[in-house]
């Protein structure tokens, strides 16, 4: 799993978006037990306490849940995921839509823009 962050905004939030984009992309499935506590930490480079305020978080949306001693696994409410997953990727979309208008360019402006650009 790929644990990229940008420190330039809250990690905390980044890091629920990274587990709704592996539940949504079918990376880990419903019922599967996720990374522990520590163990993203240390792959993210951040510290517990910010794994653990995400995987609460997204506990308290139904996302995971957790078993006392045996850690954090998907919920069946995968339509959860995919849902947040969506709404990210209209809000960004229209972010970057807004932003590029605010620049001076037109629909076929971007449209050229984007088909030029090369995924890193």
Known sequence: MDWRLDK???ICPQ???KICVFIASGEINAGDRLMSVREVASSA???PNTV????ESLEQQGIIYSK????WYVSDRVDIAKDI???LIHTKTA???NDMQNLGLDKKEVIAI???LRYS
């Open 45 to 47: 480079d951040v510290t």
């Open 15 to 17: 890091i629920c978006e």
């Open 68 to 71: 006392r001693s045996s850690g």
């Open 52 to 55: 653990q305020k995400a995987y």
């Open 8 to 10: 330039k905004r809250p």
């Open 114 to 116: 984007i088909k030029n």
């Open 85 to 87: 997953l969506t709404n």
């Open 95 to 97: 972010d970057y839509l």
